[in-house]
């Protein structure tokens, strides 16, 4: 375990860097703040900030030189008391270009600002669409222009945006800006158009250089296209938090906290209580008690459906429901043993329930994910297995109260949708080093793929020896094994990010206290529920 955190220390240090030490000292030189500093210079001192999406695009796009985090920032912070969403482009990174997961990014950011109604900062310094890609980037419905679709759908909502153009602004990600609330530029360094200088004069013969065309005195002057100019990036970031000083306040969800109570474990007992071997058994419940304010955990059924672990508890104050695989072997009432992380009908059944009572009672629900599956086989299929497990996933999918997964150990199959995975909406999700995501463990979906592989061959009239085959086998593991990293998923957005163990807390706390920002206006509602 503390190999796998120190690796995660050090890749966050190195994404932290951006295009690299070279690139940050070219900003400088240029009187210009990097995306991090703006960041940390206009957000509330001695206060969190939770980091959306640090991993993606890792090790994507290496032909091009690599996107470290997708070329821009973005995360929950603290701003003259507010809390928001902060979205910082990171011109050390290819300008600020957009590659095609910088779009997706940025389009996660903003659907966290709506579901859960936080004003969004926009620091603006990007040189557009990375034109090689654009096919990849440009015209679908989750590609490049959605965000400024979304810009109006938040505009119409009532979500407050702000925009700094401290950089380059080009082309349609010049509408970004302008679609906010207030667009501010920093002078000599900010600048907007629909077309730059050279393309100006290719397309209409036109001779201009691009501070006349769109710099800060153009367009606050001139053209009325911004609202004002700043001489400094620390002038136009201390603006900014003139503005969300006097912001109103809206009204509240209504979620439950109290007096914040430190966990039931110590970080290090935390750790320590989880095994890094994905086939090892361990007491679910000894993790649940060490995340918990005073590991005062109230189950809810305790003595059946013994696979998944349900209850209320506080997690820095607030109130919380939890549902948890099991990852030890267990015995029913009737004798029977029932294999851990493994969701079998009494289980699915009882966890339906329990995410309803939550709904009922207007308490968050966090899904902390070490699953295998659903329980297969003839006694499972004759029980209705297929049945109850609709009945968790309709329970869970029609929940309107916020959800929070994270992702700590195996992650296979339907267990990953009916603890509430990445399609099922919930408002972050984040994974532990220890994660492992896909259709089924490395070894079964292997020696699968193996099977279709040489079975192909044969029917191609090729002899396979039992060397070929371990050959095969390795090269397939490593492949799918490269896979189940969370990493891998982290850099395509399918979790916000990678986190240690000790900020799962963190990571709920400020979760729940955003989504206390939008009350809850839609009925719970389950539908034809399969009985």
Not at 106 to 114: G, K, P, T, V, Y
Not at 307 to 330: M, Y
Request: charged fraction near 25%; include cysteine; glycine fraction near 10%.
């Amino acid at each position: 375990m503390q190999d796998l955190l120190q690796a995660l220390q050090d890749k966050n240090e190195q994404v932290k860097l951006g295009g690299g030490r070279k690139r940050i000292e070219k900003e400088h030189e240029k009187g210009k703040l990097t995306a991090r500093e703006r960041i940390d210079y206009l957000r509330d001192k001695e206060t969190e900030f939770l980091e959306i999406g640090a991993f993606v695009a890792d090790g994507m796009y290496e032909e091009e030189g690599g996107c470290p985090s997708g070329g821009v920032v973005t995360g929950i912070g603290y701003v003259s008391g507010r809390m928001c969403m902060i979205v910082a482009n990171d011109a050390t990174v290819k300008a600020g270009a957009w590659f095609p997961m910088t779009a997706k990014k940025n389009l996660r950011a903003q659907e966290i600002a709506m579901e859960n109604r936080l004003p969004v900062i926009y620091l603006v310094d990007s040189a557009g669409v990375f034109l090689p890609m654009q096919n990849e980037i440009f015209p679908d419905k989750e590609h490049f222009g959605r965000q400024f679709r979304n810009n109006a759908k938040m505009s119409a909502m009532g979500i407050v945006q702000v925009a700094a153009i401290m950089g380059s602004c080009v082309a349609g990600g010049a509408y970004l800006p302008i679609m906010s609330d207030e667009a501010m530029i920093v002078d000599k360094t900010g600048s907007i158009f629909l077309a730059g200088s050279y393309l100006v004069k290719s397309a209409i013969g036109e001779s201009i250089d691009n501070e006349t065309l769109g710099g800060a005195t153009t367009h606050c002057e001139i053209s009325g296209v911004t609202d004002n100019k700043y001489e400094t990036d620390q002038d136009c970031l201390d603006a900014i938090r003139k503005i969300f000083d006097k912001l109103g306040h809206n009204t509240k969800a209504g979620f439950d906290r109290s007096e914040s109570r430190k966990p039931g474990l110590e970080g290090g007992e935390l750790i320590a209580s989880f095994p890094t071997d994905r086939v090892k058994p361990y007491d679910m419940l000894q993790i649940v008690k060490g995340l918990v304010d005073a590991g005062d955990f109230d189950e809810y059924k305790s003595d059946y459906g013994k696979t998944l672990i349900c209850g209320t508890a506080r997690i820095d104050g607030w109130a919380v429901g939890i549902v948890a695989n099991q990852r030890k072997i267990v015995k029913t009432a009737k004798g029977e043993m029932q294999m851990g992380g493994v969701i079998y009908s009494d289980s699915a059944d009882k966890a339906a329930r329990f995410i309803m009572n939550c709904n009922q009672r207007k308490i968050p629900l966090v899904f902390l994910q070490d699953v295998s599956g659903f329980m297969v086989g003839s006694k499972a299929e004759h029980g209705g297995i297929i049945k109850d497990g609709a009945k968790m996933v309709n329970a869970m999918a029609n929940s309107v109260v916020p959800k929070f997964t994270f992702i700590l150990g195996n992650s296979y199959g339907a267990g990953n949708y009916a603890m509430c995975g990445k399609a099922y909406d919930p408002r972050l999700i984040y994974s532990w080093p220890t994660a492992q995501m896909a259709v089924m463990s490395g070894a079964a979906a292997a020696n699968t793929l193996l099977q279709i592989k040489v079975s192909g061959l044969k029917k191609q009239g090729k002899v396979i020896s039992p060397e070929d085959e371990q050959k095969l086998l390795g090269e397939i593991t490593s492949k799918y094994n490269e896979e189940l990293s969370p990493y891998y998923a982290a850099s395509r957005l399918w979790v916000d990010g990678v986190i240690d163990p000790r900020e799962t807390r963190k990571v709920v706390s400020m979760g729940i206290e955003a989504a206390n920002h939008a009350p809850i206006t839609e009925r719970f509602n389950v539908g034809v529920i399969q009985t």
